[in-house]
């Protein structure tokens, strides 16, 4: 089974803090992404990637950045916290395959963020 | 531009009763489209996906989804609802476009299912 994890279930930081949300999963995935989750609104694409270094902005990137330095690696960075940035965070992978399109993307179990 | 659309916040359907969650699309292209179930406290899980083929699509736990075409529609359904299926559920779209990376996922609809 495909197992994507994320490095913690429930964190509280304070406004203009700097947040790291990492990600990772184990089944050698080209593609990583990262939405947030809130109600009323679904997932919006915050950021993903399709290979080691490469990064590509989705529907609302302003305050976030990311880095893949590994392939089963992929972390979220609130550069500086604000309390709009409250919400659920989750992560997913999915294979890339050879026709080009995109397979099924697995969540992990997400982060519940409160910026205080 | 393209959109999903959930049109009801809310199903509320007893026991053993079949259920349908609705879900339209609007895409330029051939789409993809997904559903994905939420638990309480969980990441999401896939369902089942609609790519090419026979129009009724059967997924995990029981559950399928027809697409039609002319609707753009891509109703999930399950002929005997189980309290257990009580969850958030997401119908997604993706489409396909040169960079293939654009999925939208609908505002979900909480399925209730009582006893």
């Known amino acids: 089974d495909v197992k994507v994890t994320q490095s913690s279930r429930y964190l509280v930081k304070r406004t203009g803090e700097k947040v790291f949300l990492e990600c990772v999963q184990d089944m050698d995935h080209e593609n990583m992404f990262w939405y947030r989750q809130d109600p009323g609104l679904g997932l919006r694409l915050i950021y993903f990637?399709?290979?080691?270094?490469?990064?590509e902005k989705g529907d609302i990137p302003e305050g976030y950045s990311v880095s893949r330095e590994k392939k089963e690696r992929f972390s979220l960075i609130l550069e500086s916290a604000s309390t709009n940035q409250t919400s659920m965070y989750l992560c997913?992978?999915?294979?890339?395959?050879?026709?080009?399109?995109?397979?099924?993307?697995?969540f992990g179990p997400g982060t519940r963020l409160l910026v205080l | 531009a393209q959109s999903v659309a959930q049109p009801e916040d809310q199903v509320n359907v007893a026991e053993g009763n079949p259920l349908t969650v609705k879900c339209t699309y609007s895409?330029?292209?051939?789409?993809?489209l997904f559903w994905y179930v939420q638990y309480p406290n969980r990441g999401l899980q896939f369902l089942l996906k609609y790519i090419t083929g026979d129009n009724l699509v059967k997924g995990s736990y029981g559950f399928e989804a027809e697409f039609n075409k002319s609707q753009t529609s891509f109703h999930l359904k399950k002929p005997s609802a189980l309290v257990s299926d009580s969850a958030l559920y997401f119908c997604?779209?993706?489409?396909?476009?040169?960079?293939?990376?654009?999925?939208?996922f609908g505002a979900g609809t909480r399925l209730f299912v009582k006893a």
């Open positions: 990637s399709y290979d080691v270094k490469m990064k």
């Open positions: 997913a992978s999915s294979l890339l395959s050879l026709t080009g399109r995109l397979e099924t993307q697995y």
């Open positions: 997604a779209v993706r489409d396909l476009l040169p960079a293939g990376f654009k999925t939208i």
């Open positions: 895409v330029s292209g051939n789409p993809y």
